[in-house]
């Protein structure tokens, strides 16, 4: 496209353009189901710079956002360098989620946090190449993103140029950065949840509170339904409503249904039962997503609510502060 454009003015330059949608994979063996599936949902960008200089802050600008994402979703990753590949280019990295599924074996130093694809470091090294430190493991690690620094080499064959501030035509630089969404949450997955229970990230998990209430033809269902729909209208207004999920389903056993959300991992579960309606200390069954059970009355309830949802929205406003060393150095890893 920019080269069908070429000429373009340099003040139209930093360019980054990227595009979210499916991509296909022709695996001959596909694994890991969604994690290796054979149609996938990915984030493209693609930078034009006028210079290497320049090219490079970009891929730091790029590199910072990509460290605050992964930071914001809250699952332990490394980033390593790693090789060009196919791709091509100078500076190649790898955001890995480390995992015993994970199909790239990764060199991981215990001392500084430095990590790199095997690809690229041999897999026998005895010191750590940034610290040189010997506390040094094999890993596995799934891969959700990479990084290039591609510089000319497809600008240049398909003659994709920027007029300089001599009116001369000069090759564009660029860069390539992507992220695999579908097995970012994929990968998020695998890493965090055991064999019983899912267990989201914060940010993408489908809900963030599911609410039970009591069965259908108990002795506490009309009192418990009072305070079941005091506690509905609440925490859709602290939460949002599109964030609350009601399991209505009251032919059903409270214990049914709560094994149920356990495994579907929703952060906060509230249970409406038999000790809610109780009359000397009524109290709400709370599960978190890590089990752990807590015993509310309806106003601590929601404050739980209410700060779940004030630390979710901290999460996305990004209101915390990246690695500083991210945006001056690309060629060491860091886990972070």
Same mark, same amino acid.
């Given at each position: 496209m920019l080269a069908t454009n070429s000429p373009i003015s340099y003040r139209q330059l930093p360019l980054r353009l990227y595009q979210i949608g499916p991509k296909f994979r022709d695996e001959l063996k596909t694994r890991f189901g969604l994690m290796r599936a054979k149609e996938f949902l990915m984030k493209d960008m693609y930078s034009f710079d006028v210079s290497e200089e320049t090219a490079r =802050?970009? #891929?730091?600008?790029v590199s910072v956002a990509y460290n605050r994402l992964f930071q914001q979703l809250e699952v332990p990753f490394v980033k390593v360098n790693a090789a060009t590949g196919m791709m091509g280019g100078s500076v190649s990295h790898e955001y890995h989620y480390v995992s015993p599924v994970g199909e790239d074996t990764l060199l991981q130093c215990s001392s500084c946090g430095f990590a790199g694809n095997s690809e690229v470091l041999d897999s026998q090294a005895d010191s750590c190449p940034s610290c040189k430190s010997r506390d040094l493991k094999d890993v596995r690690g799934v891969e959700v993103a990479h990084t290039f620094l591609l510089g000319d080499k497809y600008s240049k064959p398909l003659g994709a140029t920027f007029l300089n501030t001599c009116g001369k035509p000069q090759t564009l630089?660029?860069?390539?950065?992507?992220?695999?969404?579908?097995?970012?949450?994929?990968?998020? /997955?695998?890493? /965090?949840?055991? *064999?019983? =229970?899912?267990?989201?990230?914060? /940010?993408?998990?489908? #809900?963030d509170v599911c609410v039970i209430g009591p069965k259908q033809g108990s002795r506490e269902q009309p009192a418990a339904e009072v305070i079941e729909n005091e506690l509905l209208l609440n925490v859709g207004e602290l939460c949002g409503h599109q964030e609350l999920l009601h399991d209505d389903r009251k032919e059903l056993t409270i214990g049914k249904r709560l094994l149920e959300a356990k495994r579907l991992g929703h952060p906060l579960i509230i249970v409406v039962g038999a000790k809610a309606v109780q009359q000397d200390a009524p109290k709400l069954e709370v599960h978190l997503s890590r089990g752990e059970k807590l015993e509310l009355d309806l106003s601590e309830a929601l404050k739980l609510v209410a700060e779940h949802s004030h630390y979710k929205k &901290?999460?996305?406003?990004?209101?915390?502060?990246? *690695?500083? *060393?991210? &945006?001056?150095?690309?060629?060491?890893?860091?886990?972070?």
């Open positions: =802050e970009t #891929y730091a600008i630089l660029m860069g390539c950065f992507g992220i695999g969404i579908t097995r970012v949450i994929a990968a998020a /997955l695998e890493v /965090l949840s055991t *064999d019983q =229970e899912l267990h989201w990230p914060m /940010l993408v998990a489908p #809900y &901290s999460l996305l406003k990004g209101s915390f502060q990246p *690695d500083k *060393d991210e &945006s001056k150095s690309q060629s060491v890893g860091h886990q972070l």
